[in-house]
């Protein structure tokens, strides 16, 4: 058992400044355990979100030293000695002290155009393993955000929100878009709407996710390369034409199935 | 406003939480941008003076060896020393022949997915680590000129193959010791290793990847692509080792024929 110094952010809309609390840290605890402690002893008010403990639910976001980590999966010994700093995410706006308003992105997820099926064949939709396996990576994520927030394209950069959908979002168009029974076709959307371009691949969604999803390099880069295949590739291009495939635009992705 | 219109609308503003600083990070994360800057600025400034030398990048028949530079392979002018031509020569030339090949690699270690994660970060510092604010106010990352040209990677990827099969044949060609037969000798070893590791690094690449299988629907219906998506994937997980690895060796092996085409050392035989 030793003591350790806790340098937690409080504050609101309004401002905050950093709080430290020295308190009593046991062998095998995580983060939240300690922040747990301080909310039971010497600060009942501190507002910091959390359900399952167990890095399921990606309730606990925060950034721990500066570093996006999810609180209860960060374990104290892990950490160097001396004080650990606390602070909220630092890309959405903060509500109260470790607690961010997150709407950002469900908005961005009311934007994904659903899944499309085709019409049902006899015999029910056939799935085959090796088309299941490649999009399971991406159904691990949690939704924590942290990949959202380290993103650098709207954490340093809040006027491109509008118009950046961010990792998470990529990754689940990235689903879609390897699924072998989806019939939409979002790529012109990607492009034009979701900003997948403002994407400089520094790979930092990938280094934070707590799935060790590998999102730069199993969704992003593969969704830019097939937005090379709509838009900046003369041979696929001569390819659609000799075909007769028509280009979808960036409004032809349907948002809902048709009932 | 319909109610999908109302739920898309992204809300801008907001105060955010925590300190106005740079990055609230601890460790050493400026390692990683220097070791980068570094290396690739060593790379830059000796394979510049390297292609304007155009001298000592080929050991000839005259010490029983044949042996070319991989920065001057294919030798492509009329001025290169005999041995190294390939048959074919671009009269009007008359720079150093390094200069016409030489814009293949540039262009596709320039384009590829991992170097432009290490230099974005290294010298534009946008950003220059993981939650290190960006240096830079504005920012529109791949979408306009010149950037949204990194899209011309694949182009690169199969002028870079060509030159992977030119290379390749100049390893072959390392072993042949004109006047004495056939055999091995450092500089075949040397050779061989740069031809692989250049090999790995294109195979890895993340645009062939997509090209073998990754553009498909539906691996079902694409047994043979889903086979070759299925080889170049862990390939694929060690891009950046295989990236590193063949541009410092790339290097040596300039550096290796260029010490022995000026005699300052003598390629041993080895059988």
Known sequence: ?259 | MTALESATKVQLGGVRGGPDETTLRQDRWWIQPVVTVSILTAFVIYSTWAAFQNKYYYVGANVHRDLVSPFYSPCLARSCVAGSKIGFALGWWTWSPALIILIVPLGFRLTCYYYRRSYYRAFWWSPPSCAVADAHGSYSGETRFPLIMQNAHRYFFFLGLILNVLLSYDAIRAFRQPGLGWGVTVGTVVLVTNATLLWLYSLSCHSCRHLCGGQVRSFREHPLRYRFWKFVTPLNAKHMNFAWASLIFVALTDVYVRLVASGALTDYKIF
């Open chain 1, 1 to 259: 058992m030793a003591n350790v110094t806790m340098r937690v952010w409080r504050g609101d809309g309004d401002g905050g400044e950093f709080e430290s609390f020295t308190l009593e840290q046991n062998e095998g605890e995580v983060v939240l355990d300690l922040i747990h402690r301080i909310q039971a002893t010497e600060a009942p008010d501190l507002a910091c979100r959390w359900n399952c403990k167990a890095g399921k639910c990606g309730s606990c976001s925060a950034e721990i030293n500066g570093k996006p980590r999810l609180m209860c999966m960060t374990r104290m010994d892990s950490l160097p000695e001396g004080p650990v700093t606390v602070t909220p995410m630092k890309a959405f706006p903060i509500i109260r002290d470790l607690v961010t308003d997150v709407s950002f992105n469900y908005v961005q997820a009311a934007k994904v155009p659903a899944f499309l099926p085709p019409p049902m064949p006899e015999g029910g939709y056939r799935m085959f393993q090796e088309d299941v396996e490649r999009g399971q990576e991406f159904r691990k994520c949690i939704e924590c955000f942290l990949c959202q927030d380290v993103c650098h394209v709207i954490r340093d950069h809040e006027d491109n929100k509008p118009h950046y959908a961010g990792p998470r979002f990529f990754i689940r168009y990235a689903e879609l878009e390897m699924h072998p029974l989806d019939q939409n076709d979002r790529r012109d959307l990607i492009r034009e709407e979701m900003g997948l371009g403002y994407c400089n691949i520094t790979k930092c969604c990938t280094e934070v996710c707590p799935e060790h999803i590998k999102i730069t390099d199993n969704a992003i880069i593969p969704l830019k390369e097939r937005i090379v295949d709509a838009h900046y590739d003369p041979v696929a291009w001569l390819g659609r034409k000799i075909r007769r495939k028509p280009k979808t635009s960036a409004t032809d992705a349907v948002v809902q199935p048709a009932p």
